[in-house]
């Protein structure tokens, strides 16, 4: 009996090696393959005992340098010699009644910014920054977030931004209109910031490890492209002139983020898509979709944050970004469902705008900026989704204007 069993053993151990792992979808999105449960139970043990490891301190170590949560980590971090180092903040805000407000800053060497700033006013539409779908600044300063008329100040860590902008802008629609337009915001939050190192929920991030090929070389890549980022929600209060006429939206619903590591390459990234979510009563929510084929390629995170201040990890989702927009076109309108703090939530998303813009020195990434209406387990509410789409081989056109034709030469070397 005992020989039986194992030569039963030794055929059962013999089928399960010579299994095939699935195709990955389109070729990019990887699925579970004869190894992922035992890959999974390893992630999770480390992860476990990473977190062990930090129960006395918000210190921890990257392959960049020690990161600590003090109070300077929203000021301008130093950048790393590599020539694709990366400091990155970005804001949104959205008013129940219309109002949308997007300003990102990407700082880079030689004074380089990939920055962008929208406003949404309703009844005039679209007003954007004058290079847009451009997104390259010159002159920015070596310890200031913002370049050319756009300026995003710290004032008060994880506490209080000033951002303000001074200077021409266009009608998104209609790009010979122009404006005149003087902006003026404070944010400001008491609500605890989510950061993606250490609040991201573990079976999230061990099933988006465990899909992959394990390898050396694999691992080096985890460490060599890890970027620290960390969010915050809060409230934007903004005043603003378009050619002298005065517009105040108050107490909108604000989003940020900051960024920044080793180096960012938008090559790497095959797409992604972020939903930004601010409703009626108050809650807030962050949900993204990553696939970068190098590192994961199936990776789901996110938060939500409700009106008493409380912040729930993303524990699920049904969304699937190889099956929302991947012929390059994103869905206007469409739902998705997700888990957080063991609350189902239903998302109904409903376009109202809708911009596109390019990053990336060479035009890397194409970035579809979107100014969306919300429906959450029947709450209404407004906000923002982002989808990205690797765009490597697109060439920036003759016509989009670049004051300096001597930094190019500089990345090339």
Same mark, same amino acid.
């Given at each position: 009996?005992?020989a039986?069993f194992?030569?039963?053993?030794s055929?059962?151990c ?17 699925q ?6 035992l890959?999974?139970i ?7 005992w ?24 929203d ?6 010699e ?17 109002y ?14 990939n920055g962008l700033f ?9 007003l954007?920054?004058?290079k ?7 002159g ?8 050319e ?10 506490? $209080? ?7 021409e802008?266009?009608?998104y ?7 005149h ?39 080096e ?30 107490d909108?619903?604000s989003?940020?983020?900051h ?26 929510a962050?949900v ?6 190098i ?5 789901n995170?996110g ?11 993303l ?6 970004l190889?099956q ?11 739902a998705?469902?997700?888990k957080?703090g ?17 990053v990336g020195?060479?035009?890397?990434? $194409? ?25 490597k081989n697109?060439?920036?056109?003759d016509?989009?204007s670049?004051?300096d034709?001597d ?7």
């Amino acid at each position: 009996m005992l020989a039986f069993f194992i030569f039963l053993f030794s055929i059962l151990c013999v089928y399960f090696y010579n299994l095939k792992d699935p195709e990955p979808i389109f070729g990019i999105y990887k699925q579970r393959g004869k190894w992922f449960f035992l890959k999974y139970i390893i992630i999770r043990t480390s992860l476990l005992w990473r977190k062990w490891q930090r129960t006395k301190t918000q210190k921890y170590s990257t392959s960049y340098r020690e990161i600590s949560f003090d109070d300077n980590i929203d000021q301008p971090q130093k950048l790393s010699e590599l020539p694709q180092a990366f400091d990155a903040i970005f804001f949104i805000a959205a008013s129940q009644d219309g109002y949308y407000v997007a300003a990102g800053s990407e700082r880079r060497h030689h004074g380089i910014v990939n920055g962008l700033f929208y406003v949404v006013v309703p009844g005039k539409g679209i007003l954007c920054s004058l290079k847009i779908p451009d997104t390259v600044l010159f002159g920015a300063k070596e310890n200031q977030y913002g370049a050319e008329g756009l300026i995003m100040t710290p004032i008060e860590p994880m506490k $209080k931004w000033h951002i303000t902008f001074d200077g021409e802008m266009k009608l998104y629609n209609n790009p010979e209109k122009r404006f005149h337009v003087k902006f003026e915001a404070d944010w400001s939050s008491n609500i605890k910031y989510f950061n993606f190192d250490i609040d991201l929920d573990d079976h999230l991030i061990a099933e988006a490890l465990a899909l992959q090929d394990w390898s050396k070389e694999y691992f080096e890549i985890l460490e060599k492209h890890h970027q620290t980022h960390y969010e915050q929600m809060g409230i934007m209060n903004a005043t603003f002139t378009i050619d002298g006429e005065e517009f105040v939206a108050n107490d909108m619903g604000s989003f940020r983020d900051h960024s920044f590591g080793l180096e960012r390459n938008w090559d790497l990234m095959h797409r992604y898509a972020f939903f930004m979510i601010f409703l009626e009563d108050g809650t807030k929510a962050s949900v993204g979709f990553v696939c970068q084929p190098i590192s994961c390629s199936v990776f789901n995170m996110g938060y939500v944050c409700l009106p008493s201040g409380q912040v729930d990890t993303l524990q699920w989702t049904d969304f699937k970004l190889y099956q929302n927009g991947e012929n390059g076109i994103p869905p206007l309108d469409h739902a998705f469902q997700f888990k957080a703090g063991g609350k189902m939530y239903t998302v109904q998303v409903s376009v109202e705008h809708e911009v596109i813009h390019y990053v990336g020195w060479r035009w890397q990434a $194409k970035m579809i900026e979107r100014f969306v209406k919300f429906d959450v387990n029947g709450i209404k509410g407004r906000g923002m989704s982002e989808f990205n789409y690797s765009d490597k081989n697109r060439k920036r056109p003759d016509d989009v204007s670049i004051n300096d034709p001597d930094w190019f030469k500089q990345l090339d070397k």
